[in-house]
């Protein structure tokens, strides 16, 4: 009789069993890498790589605060996918209201992009 | 009888018209209309007291309630005035002597630059006293009794120009102020016991007072008339009032504010029925003022102060008969008295005027060569006040000793002693109308005895200054207070006008009848007796027949010696003067000059601590808070430091305090 | 073995297709709806116009929707005087007197906010529709907040409002304090949601729901044998909503945060904001738990008025910029509201409705006043900057005084009544310990006031009592907008001091109900 | 084996929120403090699911969303203000900005 706290883990032990087989193929390519290739420290290996322009400036470097703003724009239309997802799959189960209003939240969202937008925070250059 | 609120409204219609358009008015206006209001108020009383004359004597009392003057809560004074034969006597004799020396100070502040301020003073005065007789509670009266108070003392220092007469006012006015505040007392405790201060109330109320309470009641207003009519401990204001204008003397200080006191008295006599052994207080007290200001006047030489303090006496005398419960007696004296003193006061007034002012009567002499109506009416008020038949003043005072022997185991021995002080007022009043009317013209000669008054002068005024401060330093010898002082020896005393001789004839004219009014001869002939039966309660059974008239025939031949003395002393100059004139009783016994030095020393220093503890731990105290609560305020300022995270930490504090509440409170 | 494992794990589809969705009667959400869709409204048409909208066109429009949903409240109010109050959709939200008072509440301190926003921000030059529609939304969420019969929803309500206001505060982006007033107020004000949502969790733990009827329900049916889940609940929950009240552990924010942001926004905050927070406080605690909890949670709230009442007080002593001065004074006047709180009576809550709506007028009006008299940048708040106001400025220097007279308590105000009412409620519960300390405060925060109408009307006078010119005075005329709601802001103040019963009776009638949700 | 009854979720999350606290008084730099914050509100959801699962009420469960949705409008709010004061002063820390005190 399988008690129910195995039960319970035995359900996890696939999740297990992937984590686990991708540490060991991990570990296997950098050890055996380490292991064969010759040892000759030089300065230039060691600085960035910046697909193979000489790096410029310190890593502290001032971020543009367009990035930053992106990011926030993006947490908040993902939030927004969490909300629509689980609505999606039962689509058909909340009916015409449901449309209505899940139309509503998109549409005050839209609205913000549309206020971001004429505001020009989008513009990249 | 409706017409009674119109008695207190003329006065004071007069001292409001006067207060507007007084300077209009000038001179000579002024005074008539005065005088002109008081007559009015005079006749209206004469009306009412008519009118109640011809009701039964049973219902002669009329209460007219004008409107509810402080309606607080359980307490309510209500602006109402009695018409009852007590008030109604009183009124009548006030107006009366009022009207008269309305029209004498017509006369007598002729020359005076403020004339019809003097005016405005005189009618509030009347107003004041009607309002203190009429009114039908303990309320009204005291209303009447401060308004009189102040009067008084801004009479008195009319000419306050002058440092004596302005501190003599505030003596009187600081006297009286002690007397009020028994007068307070009590009606705190009449309105605690009693539960309303009307008069009707309180006579109804008091046959179940009980008698701790009546006594206590009786002392605490006898405290206030003792300030009022200047008895022992409080009458060292009066003679210094004697620096007021003469009329002021005359009206005020001898007939009707003084005897506000015995109206007060004789009103709340249901409670002196009840208060036991306060009588005996009231009756000694009586007879040991007589007797003390008696001496006193005999070492007088200033004119006025003997008579001051025989009004003094003469008080003793009325509050000798309250004492002993014969009301009656007591009112009789007073009517008399207020008759022959004012007579008495308003001569000696004419005798300034005519003299220039100077009021020692050591520089007086053979008067009635020159003021003949003067001396004449002062003749008369001399011989009624020293008792001689069938002058007023023998019926009253008589009644009074008479009276006084049957009150109570002590009645002989305070009848001695009032007996005593009439011998001395005899006395000392033929001294005074000897050395003011007869012998020689002692200020012809005085060209010689310049020197010798001037040292004597300077010897009085000398002894005078040593204790006192500023508070009762009135020279013995008060200076005419105008300027044009001199008595030059070639001075022609010259008789007064007739505004001020008309009052003086009237008066003596009062003085001589005023006996009939209540003769002990028959009941019916006992007409003040009757007349107050319905104010008074309880009997007064004076001794029979027989006794009567031995007492009366003692009273007699002892004026008659008085007088003999007295004219052997002065005229006859048979024994020396100065040995009855001893210093010590010049002096007052010392009294005044003790009060004075008692206030200067340890009571200042008394009154120093009080105000100093008040400063420092009163105000102290206050300020504390104030800057405590600041300081309070800087201890918790640097927990707002402005770092979020001393926020954040008073905020987890806070959740932490919370959560061990919550703890201590959970059931597990 | 891997598909053995994959098929075990069962895929939850539930079985009926339909879920039954709450039918919702629009007409009873008219102020929530105005207010978003207005808030909304503005925003999008103001960017597509660009930047062509003239710049009183967005005060104009917030004074108009705020306008429009205090009218909607009329039809609802008689609605619910009619057939009582009612709970709607799903019991998530409650229509009843008590949430209408308080939407009249946040929107009259809208209208004043957002007259008083126009001039200031004309004169600051930082003209824009951004601070009206976060005033809107904040607005919105108060509402939310007030007729919240769930405690989520009543979470939801708070966060908009906050949120909003974090925002709010730090937008004055020249000043430095602005932004700093701002961040502290965002991460304390996380904070204590954090803490208030700890509580929800808690108290939906111990009673089974969050809905405010069930929760009722549910503590009249049973006797909790431990219940130490649900007063762990009140602990936090009122850690949460005292915050938001600035009551005393948890006001440290607010002196800094109606100092640094924009002063006509520190009105709105010090009025509509609390408002909406002691509405939650109100709902959750006097209504749900009045019954037999009422004893357990009174006593924190007893100790958070009495030290409100105290340390506003005394803290106000000794400030001497006049905004932090009116900071600290609100918080005293915060204790004041706790007082009406704590007697957990109707009397005690249509009292504390009745100050809270006066308070709006007093504190809105006054820093209105104290932000005119800011001139340029907003700097000029100390004592000193105010003397000789009342010579140079007397129309401003009167209205001044008079809300701050209101502010003590002076009679013929409608500052007395309303102390006079909370008292009255805390006597009526023989709470005398609390009226004593409520007047003692009442006494000391006098001197605070009357010491800022001494530095205007006396400061500095000359011997004869002529007091000097201000250097540089205020701008001579008090633009339009701010003009008007100072208006309104003192009419108001003296009408409900002399004729308050109209206002008195509706605070009476306008007592929370919670009422099971009908189907 | 050891029953992992709802008291051993309770205690975990009421751990995670004590250390959210804590971290806030303790942590200098807004950002971290911010974090901290969320670390409490995630605090609060483990709470309520696990309360919706030993109620066996799906409503906790629902408000997890709602929790979800506050905290991520929280975050956004709250970066975009402490980036424009860190933009102002590049090493802000929560102890400069103490300008208003008193």
Same mark, same amino acid.
């Given at each position: 009789?399988?008690?129910?706290?195995?039960?319970?883990?035995?359900?996890?032990?696939?999740?297990?069993?992937?984590?686990? !087989?991708? +540490? &060991?193929? %991990?570990?296997?390519?950098? =050890?055996?890498?380490?292991?064969?290739?010759?040892?000759?420290?030089?300065? @230039?290996?060691?600085?960035?790589?910046?697909?193979?322009?000489d790096?410029v400036?310190?890593?502290?470097?001032q971020?543009?605060v367009?990035?930053?703003?992106?990011? !926030?724009? +993006? &947490?908040? %239309?993902?939030?927004?996918a =969490?909300?629509?997802?689980?609505?999606?799959?039962?689509?058909?189960?909340? @009916?015409?209201?449901?449309?209505?209003?899940?139309?509503?939240?998109?549409?005050?969202?839209?609205?913000?992009?549309?206020?971001?937008?004429?505001?020009?925070?989008?513009?990249?250059? | 009888?409706?017409?009674?609120?119109?008695?207190?409204?003329?006065?004071?219609?007069?001292?409001?018209?006067?207060?507007?358009?007084?300077?209009?008015?000038?001179?000579?206006?002024?005074?008539?209309?005065?005088?002109?209001?008081?007559a009015?108020?005079?006749?209206?009383?004469l009306?009412?007291?008519?009118?109640?004359?011809?009701?039964?004597?049973?219902?002669?009392?009329?209460?007219?309630?004008?409107?509810?003057?402080?309606?607080?809560?359980?307490?309510?004074?209500?602006?109402?005035?009695?018409?009852?034969?007590?008030?109604?006597?009183?009124?009548l004799?006030?107006?009366?002597?009022?009207?008269?020396?309305?029209?004498?100070?017509?006369g007598?502040?002729?020359?005076?630059?403020?004339?019809?301020?003097?005016?405005?003073?005189?009618?509030?005065?009347?107003?004041?006293?009607?309002?203190?007789?009429?009114?039908?509670?303990?309320?009204?009266?005291?209303?009447?009794?401060?308004?009189?108070?102040l009067?008084?003392f801004?009479?008195?220092?009319?000419?306050?120009?002058?440092?004596?007469?302005s501190?003599?006012?505030?003596?009187?006015?600081?006297?009286?102020?002690?007397?009020?505040?028994?007068?307070?007392?009590?009606?705190?405790?009449?309105?605690?016991?009693?539960?309303?201060?009307?008069?009707?109330?309180i006579?109804?109320?008091?046959?179940?007072?009980?008698?701790?309470?009546?006594?206590?009641?009786?002392?605490?207003?006898?405290?206030?008339?003792t300030?009022?009519?200047?008895?022992?401990?409080?009458?060292?204001?009066l003679?210094?009032?004697?620096?007021?204008?003469?009329p002021?003397?005359?009206?005020?200080?001898?007939?009707?504010?003084?005897?506000?006191?015995?109206?007060?008295?004789?009103?709340?006599?249901?409670?002196?029925?009840?208060?036991?052994?306060?009588?005996?207080?009231?009756?000694?007290?009586?007879?040991?003022t007589?007797?003390?200001?008696?001496?006193?006047?005999?070492?007088?030489?200033?004119?006025?102060?003997?008579?001051?303090?025989?009004?003094?006496?003469q008080?003793?005398?009325?509050?000798l008969?309250?004492?002993?419960h014969?009301?009656?007696?007591?009112?009789?004296?007073?009517?008399?008295?207020?008759?022959?003193?004012?007579?008495?006061?308003?001569?000696?007034?004419?005798?300034?005027?005519?003299?220039?002012?100077?009021?020692?009567?050591?520089?007086?002499?053979?008067?009635?060569k020159?003021?003949?109506?003067?001396?004449?009416?002062?003749?008369?008020?001399?011989?009624?006040?020293?008792?001689?038949?069938?002058?007023?003043?023998?019926?009253?005072?008589?009644?009074?000793?008479a009276?006084?022997?049957?009150?109570?185991?002590?009645?002989?021995v305070?009848?001695?002693?009032?007996?005593?002080?009439?011998?001395?007022?005899?006395?000392?009043?033929?001294?005074?109308?000897?050395?003011?009317?007869?012998?020689?013209e002692?200020?012809?000669?005085?060209?010689?005895?310049?020197?010798?008054?001037?040292a004597?002068?300077?010897?009085?005024?000398?002894?005078?200054?040593?204790?006192?401060?500023?508070?009762?330093?009135?020279?013995?010898?008060?200076?005419?207070h105008?300027?044009?002082?001199?008595?030059?020896?070639?001075?022609?005393?010259?008789?007064?006008?007739?505004?001020?001789?008309?009052?003086?004839?009237?008066?003596?004219?009062?003085?001589?009848?005023?006996?009939?009014l209540?003769?002990?001869?028959?009941d019916?002939?006992?007409?003040?007796?009757?007349?107050?039966?319905?104010?008074?309660?309880?009997?007064?059974?004076?001794?029979?027949?027989?006794?009567?008239?031995?007492?009366?025939?003692?009273a007699?031949?002892?004026?008659?010696?008085?007088?003999?003395?007295?004219y052997?002393?002065?005229?006859?100059?048979?024994?020396?003067?100065s040995?009855?004139?001893l210093?010590?009783?010049?002096?007052?016994?010392?009294?005044?000059?003790?009060?004075?030095?008692?206030?200067?020393?340890p009571?200042?220093?008394?009154y120093?601590?009080?105000?100093?503890?008040?400063?420092?731990?009163?105000?102290?105290?206050?300020?504390g808070?104030?800057?405590?609560?600041l300081?309070?305020?800087?201890?918790?300022?640097?927990a707002?430091?402005?770092?979020?995270?001393?926020?954040?930490?008073?905020?987890?504090?806070?959740?932490?305090?919370?959560?061990?509440?919550?703890?201590?409170?959970?059931s597990? | 073995?891997?598909?053995?494992?994959?098929?075990?794990?069962?895929?939850?589809?539930?079985?009926?297709?339909?879920?039954?969705?709450?039918?919702i009667?629009?007409?009873?959400?008219?102020?929530?709806?105005?207010?978003?869709?207005?808030?909304?409204?503005?925003?999008?048409?103001v960017?597509?116009?660009?930047?062509?909208?003239?710049?009183?066109?967005?005060?104009?429009?917030?004074?108009?929707?705020?306008?429009?949903?205090?009218?909607?409240?009329?039809?609802?109010?008689?609605?619910?005087?009619?057939?009582?109050p009612?709970?709607?959709?799903?019991?998530?939200?409650?229509?009843?007197g008590?949430?209408?008072?308080?939407?009249?509440?946040?929107?009259?301190?809208?209208?004043?906010?957002?007259?008083?926003?126009?001039?200031?921000?004309?004169?600051?030059?930082?003209?824009?529709?951004e601070?009206?529609?976060?005033?809107?939304?904040s607005?919105?969420?108060?509402?939310?907040?007030?007729?919240?019969n769930?405690?989520?929803?009543?979470?939801?309500?708070?966060e908009?409002?906050?949120?909003?206001?974090?925002?709010?505060?730090?937008?004055h982006?020249?000043?430095?304090?602005?932004?700093?007033?701002?961040?502290?107020?965002?991460?304390?004000?996380?904070?204590?949601?954090?803490?208030?949502?700890?509580?929800?969790?808690?108290?939906?733990?111990?009673?089974?729901?969050?809905?405010?009827?069930?929760?009722?329900?549910?503590?009249?049916?049973?006797?909790?044998?431990?219940?130490?889940?649900?007063?762990?609940?009140?602990?936090?929950?009122?850690?949460?909503?005292?915050?938001?009240?600035?009551?005393?552990?948890?006001?440290?924010?607010a002196?800094?945060?109606?100092?640094?942001?924009p002063?006509?926004?520190?009105?709105?905050?010090?009025?509509?904001?609390?408002?909406?927070?002691?509405?939650?406080?109100?709902?959750?605690?006097?209504?749900?738990?009045?019954?037999?909890?009422?004893?357990?949670?009174?006593?924190?709230?007893?100790?958070l008025?009495?030290?409100?009442?105290?340390?506003?007080?005394?803290?106000?002593?000794?400030?001497?910029?006049?905004?932090r001065?009116?900071?600290?004074?609100?918080?005293?006047?915060?204790?004041?509201?706790?007082?009406?709180?704590?007697v957990?009576?109707?009397?005690?809550?249509?009292?504390a409705?009745?100050y809270?709506?006066?308070?709006?007028?007093?504190?809105?009006?006054?820093?209105?006043?104290?932000?005119?008299?800011?001139?340029?940048?907003?700097?000029?708040?100390?004592?000193?900057?105010?003397?000789?106001?009342?010579?140079?400025?007397p129309?401003?220097?009167?209205?001044?005084?008079?809300?701050?007279?209101?502010?003590?308590?002076?009679?013929?105000?409608?500052?007395?009544?309303?102390?006079?009412?909370?008292?009255?409620?805390?006597?009526?519960?023989?709470?005398?310990?609390?009226?004593?300390?409520?007047?003692?405060?009442?006494?000391?925060?006098?001197?605070?006031?009357?010491?800022?109408?001494?530095?205007?009307?006396?400061?500095?006078?000359?011997?004869?009592?002529?007091?000097?010119?201000?250097?540089?005075?205020?701008?001579?005329?008090?633009?339009?907008?701010?003009?008007?709601?100072?208006?309104?802001?003192?009419?108001?103040?003296?009408?409900?001091?002399?004729?308050?019963?109209?206002?008195?009776?509706v605070?009476?009638?306008?007592?929370?109900?919670?009422?099971a949700?009908?189907? | 084996?050891?029953e992992?009854?709802?008291?051993?979720?309770?205690?975990?999350?009421s751990?995670?929120?004590?250390?959210?606290?804590?971290?806030?008084?303790?942590?200098?730099?807004?950002?971290?403090?911010?974090?901290c914050?969320?670390?409490?509100?995630?605090?609060?959801?483990?709470t309520?699911?696990?309360?919706?699962?030993?109620?066996?009420?799906?409503?906790?469960?629902?408000?997890?969303?709602?929790?979800?949705?506050?905290?991520?409008?929280?975050?956004?709010?709250?970066?975009?203000?402490?980036?424009?004061?860190?933009?102002?002063?590049?090493?802000?820390?929560?102890?400069?900005?103490?300008?208003?005190?008193?």
């Amino acid at each position: 009789m399988a008690n129910p706290l195995s039960e319970f883990l035995r359900s996890y032990l696939s999740v297990g069993i992937f984590v686990g !087989l991708s +540490f &060991v193929l %991990f570990g296997l390519l950098m =050890v055996i890498s380490w292991a064969l290739r010759p040892n000759r420290p030089q300065a @230039g290996k060691y600085i960035n790589y910046e697909s193979g322009v000489d790096p410029v400036g310190s890593t502290w470097s001032q971020s543009q605060v367009r990035y930053y703003i992106f990011a !926030l724009l +993006f &947490v908040i %239309f993902d939030v927004e996918a =969490v909300f629509i997802f689980p609505w999606a799959t039962r689509l058909e189960a909340y @009916g015409t209201f449901g449309l209505i209003e899940m139309f509503a939240f998109i549409t005050i969202l839209i609205l913000g992009l549309v206020y971001a937008w004429r505001k020009g925070v989008l513009k990249w250059a | 009888m409706e017409l009674i609120w119109l008695i207190p409204a003329f006065p004071v219609v007069g001292f409001v018209v006067l207060v507007l358009f007084g300077r209009l008015l000038g001179k000579p206006a002024a005074g008539w209309f005065a005088s002109a209001m008081v007559a009015g108020s005079f006749a209206t009383t004469l009306v009412v007291f008519l009118d109640l004359l011809s009701t039964q004597s049973a219902q002669r009392v009329f209460e007219q309630k004008l409107y509810t003057w402080m309606p607080a809560g359980s307490f309510t004074a209500t602006f109402g005035l009695m018409a009852d034969p007590l008030s109604i006597m009183m009124c009548l004799f006030v107006t009366g002597i009022a009207t008269l020396i309305h029209i004498y100070s017509i006369g007598y502040m002729r020359d005076d630059e403020n004339f019809s301020k003097f005016f405005i003073y005189l009618n509030l005065f009347v107003a004041s006293m009607l309002l203190l007789v009429l009114g039908n509670n303990l309320l009204l009266t005291f209303l009447g009794w401060e308004g009189v108070g102040l009067c008084s003392f801004l009479l008195i220092g009319f000419w306050h120009t002058d440092l004596a007469n302005s501190s003599a006012a505030k003596k009187a006015f600081v006297a009286n102020r002690i007397g009020d505040f028994g007068f307070m007392v009590g009606i705190f405790l009449v309105w605690v016991t009693v539960g309303s201060i009307n008069y009707a109330d309180i006579r109804a109320y008091a046959p179940n007072l009980a008698a701790g309470t009546a006594t206590a009641m009786a002392l605490l207003f006898f405290l206030g008339a003792t300030g009022k009519s200047a008895q022992l401990p409080l009458y060292t204001w009066l003679p210094d009032a004697m620096a007021g204008p003469t009329p002021v003397s005359a009206l005020m200080h001898a007939a009707t504010m003084v005897t506000a006191g015995v109206y007060l008295m004789v009103r709340l006599n249901p409670i002196l029925h009840e208060a036991g052994w306060a009588n005996d207080v009231i009756a000694w007290v009586g007879v040991a003022t007589a007797l003390v200001a008696a001496t006193i006047a005999v070492a007088q030489n200033d004119i006025k102060k003997v008579l001051a303090y025989s009004t003094v006496s003469q008080l003793g005398y009325m509050f000798l008969a309250v004492g002993t419960h014969n009301y009656v007696a007591a009112m009789f004296h007073m009517v008399t008295h207020a008759f022959f003193k004012a007579l008495l006061f308003l001569g000696s007034g004419s005798v300034i005027v005519g003299m220039a002012h100077e009021q020692d009567m050591r520089r007086y002499g053979n008067l009635r060569k020159y003021m003949p109506i003067t001396a004449g009416t002062f003749i008369i008020g001399w011989l009624a006040i020293a008792g001689v038949p069938p002058l007023s003043g023998f019926w009253s005072k008589d009644e009074i000793l008479a009276g006084a022997f049957n009150a109570g185991p002590a009645g002989p021995v305070l009848w001695l002693l009032g007996l005593i002080t009439a011998l001395l007022t005899a006395f000392y009043m033929t001294r005074q109308v000897i050395m003011t009317f007869y012998g020689d013209e002692k200020w012809r000669e005085d060209a010689h005895a310049e020197a010798h008054a001037g040292a004597d002068e300077a010897a009085e005024a000398g002894d005078e200054a040593t204790g006192a401060p500023v508070a009762t330093a009135v020279a013995a010898v008060d200076h005419a207070h105008d300027d044009h002082h001199g008595l030059t020896p070639d001075h022609e005393p010259v008789e007064s006008p007739w505004t001020m001789t008309f009052p003086l004839v009237v008066l003596a004219g009062f003085s001589i009848v005023a006996g009939v009014l209540n003769l002990p001869f028959s009941d019916k002939l006992e007409r003040l007796g009757n007349w107050l039966h319905p104010v008074i309660i309880g009997e007064h059974h004076m001794p029979n027949a027989p006794v009567l008239f031995g007492l009366a025939s003692g009273a007699i031949t002892t004026s008659i010696v008085g007088i003999l003395i007295g004219y052997a002393v002065y005229e006859k100059r048979k024994a020396d003067p100065s040995k009855i004139e001893l210093s010590v009783l010049a002096r007052g016994w010392f009294i005044d000059e003790s009060y004075s030095k008692f206030m200067g020393g340890p009571g200042r220093a008394f009154y120093q601590g009080v105000a100093d503890f008040d400063s420092k731990i009163v105000d102290g105290v206050v300020n504390g808070v104030g800057k405590g609560s600041l300081g309070i305020g800087r201890l918790i300022r640097p927990a707002q430091s402005g770092i979020i995270r001393t926020y954040a930490l008073g905020f987890g504090v806070g959740a932490v305090l919370l959560l061990v509440f919550v703890v201590t409170r959970m059931s597990l | 073995m891997l598909s053995v494992i994959l098929q075990d794990t069962p895929i939850p589809i539930s079985a009926n297709p339909v879920i039954e969705t709450p039918e919702i009667v629009w007409s009873s959400l008219a102020p929530h709806l105005i207010l978003i869709l207005g808030g909304i409204l503005l925003l999008t048409l103001v960017s597509l116009l660009r930047g062509k909208a003239p710049s009183w066109f967005h005060a104009a429009w917030t004074v108009v929707v705020a306008g429009a949903a205090l009218g909607s409240l009329w039809p609802l109010w008689s609605r619910v005087q009619e057939d009582g109050p009612q709970t709607l959709i799903a019991g998530a939200v409650g229509l009843d007197g008590f949430s209408l008072f308080v939407t009249g509440i946040i929107c009259v301190s809208v209208i004043l906010s957002a007259l008083l926003l126009e001039g200031y921000l004309r004169r600051e030059n930082l003209v824009g529709p951004e601070w009206y529609v976060l005033m809107l939304l904040s607005a919105s969420g108060g509402v939310i907040m007030a007729s919240a019969n769930d405690l989520i929803v009543l979470f939801i309500g708070l966060e908009i409002l906050s949120v909003a206001a974090y925002v709010l505060a730090s937008m004055h982006s020249r000043r430095i304090s602005s932004s700093e007033a701002g961040l502290k107020y965002l991460i304390l004000g996380a904070f204590s949601s954090a803490f208030l949502l700890y509580g929800i969790a808690m108290t939906y733990g111990a009673t089974g729901s969050t809905n405010l009827v069930r929760i009722q329900q549910f503590l009249v049916d049973t006797v909790l044998i431990k219940n130490g889940m649900l007063l762990a609940g009140f602990a936090f929950m009122i850690v949460g909503l005292g915050f938001k009240v600035a009551a005393v552990p948890f006001h440290f924010w607010a002196p800094d945060v109606y100092q640094g942001s924009p002063t006509p926004i520190s009105g709105y905050m010090a009025s509509g904001i609390k408002a909406a927070g002691f509405a939650g406080f109100i709902r959750v605690f006097v209504v749900t738990f009045g019954g037999t909890y009422a004893q357990q949670w009174r006593p924190m709230v007893y100790a958070l008025a009495v030290l409100s009442l105290l340390v506003g007080a005394y803290m106000a002593l000794i400030q001497t910029n006049v905004k932090r001065m009116l900071a600290y004074s609100s918080i005293a006047h915060a204790g004041f509201i706790l007082i009406g709180v704590t007697v957990a009576t109707d009397k005690g809550t249509s009292a504390a409705l009745f100050y809270l709506l006066v308070y709006a007028f007093m504190v809105t009006g006054s820093f209105g006043v104290v932000g005119i008299i800011g001139r340029e940048g907003d700097g000029k708040h100390s004592l000193d900057d105010y003397q000789g106001l009342g010579k140079t400025r007397p129309g401003l220097a009167l209205i001044f005084a008079v809300f701050l007279l209101a502010q003590a308590g002076v009679p013929f105000t409608g500052g007395f009544l309303s102390k006079f009412y909370v008292i009255n409620a805390a006597v009526a519960e023989e709470q005398y310990v609390l009226a004593v300390i409520a007047m003692v405060s009442a006494v000391i925060a006098a001197y605070l006031y009357l010491r800022i109408i001494v530095s205007m009307y006396f400061a500095g006078a000359d011997d004869h009592g002529v007091s000097p010119e201000m250097a540089n005075p205020p701008a001579k005329k008090v633009p339009a907008g701010a003009a008007i709601a100072l208006g309104i802001a003192v009419f108001a103040t003296l009408w409900l001091g002399i004729v308050p019963d109209t206002v008195t009776s509706v605070a009476n009638e306008a007592v929370a109900r919670l009422v099971a949700f009908q189907g | 084996m050891l029953e992992l009854t709802e008291t051993w979720y309770l205690v975990l999350a009421s751990l995670i929120f004590t250390i959210g606290a804590v971290g806030l008084l303790v942590r200098r730099n807004p950002l971290v403090m911010f974090m901290c914050v969320e670390l409490m509100l995630n605090a609060t959801t483990l709470t309520f699911v696990t309360f919706s699962k030993a109620l066996n009420d799906v409503g906790g469960q629902a408000s997890v969303f709602f929790v979800l949705v506050v905290a991520a409008a929280e975050v956004v709010v709250g970066l975009g203000i402490i980036v424009a004061i860190l933009r102002r002063q590049d090493n802000a820390d929560a102890d400069d900005l103490s300008l208003m005190r008193g």
